[in-house]
């Protein structure tokens, strides 16, 4: 299996890169073995390669990052849960869709832990819960918030970056951005479902559910 890291307190977000790209340069080389890094950021937001600038709607709320992975603008502070995933795809299977659902497939599963139901939509980045007790879209269609986030980059076919899992973290900092692009739905955490879960059971359920969707490197 991965090494398994745990950091205590806030990473700033440009430290994170730098020891992402450092662990990816080592995977690559066979000087180091995968890695699945749980951590937590201060407020801010990222811009992937497919950020567009309309989307930062706050632009001077909080530091604002060039992500260099794929996707559009998201938030990270405290609350939530993020889980880096540098994995040596060379190992585990050169296909890029696949990889992208086992992603999805450990969220849903980690949420599972806690009874709450996590769902994929077409055309949607992240993973989402249907809320039924808002009032339904325009359209008719269930009310639906998004409860985690996927971006993801490939060097030489290791990846780095990963997923984010709302714990508990302040929801209004989303309103600073258009989330991952997509408008007209709300974002929602496992303390916002009514869900009293702390972070040490989250990374507990994190890491059993990647066991059953990974499992080790072939």
């Known amino acids: 299996m991965p ?3 745990i950091s205590e307190g806030l990473v700033p977000y440009p430290q994170a890169l730098a020891e992402m790209e450092a662990s ?3 995977i ?4 180091a073995d995968e890695l699945v890094w ?3 950021h201060p407020p ?3 811009a992937g390669t497919s950020a567009r600038r309309e989307d930062l709607l706050a632009p001077d709320r909080f530091p604002v990052f060039e992500a260099r992975r794929g996707g559009e603008y998201t938030y990270h502070g405290p609350g939530q849960r993020v889980a880096y995933a540098m994995l040596d795809l060379n190992r585990r299977g050169r296909d890029l869709r696949v990889f992208v659902g086992r992603l999805e497939e450990w969220v849903i599963r980690t949420l599972a832990a806690f009874g709450v139901t996590g769902e994929r939509r077409p055309g949607r980045v992240g993973v989402w819960v249907v809320r039924p007790e808002k009032a339904p879209g325009p359209d008719g269609a269930p009310a639906e918030d998004k ?10 076919w290791v990846s780095f970056h990963g997923i984010s899992i709302n714990l508990e973290p302040e929801l209004e900092h989303f309103s600073g951005i258009v ?3 997509i408008s007209g739905y709300g974002v929602t955490s496992l303390a916002d479902l009514g869900l009293i879960v702390s972070m040490p059971e989250l990374d507990m ?8 969707v990974f499992g080790p490197a072939g």
């Open 24 to 26: 990816v340069a080592a």
């Open 38 to 40: 749980l951590l937590e």
């Open 3 to 5: 090494e398994w890291r």
């Open 147 to 156: 409860i985690a986030a996927i971006g993801l980059r490939l060097r030489h």
């Open 44 to 46: 801010l937001y990222t």
């Open 179 to 181: 989330p991952c692009g």
């Open 205 to 212: 359920a994190l890491r059993e559910a990647f066991e059953e």
């Open 28 to 31: 690559r080389a066979g000087r």
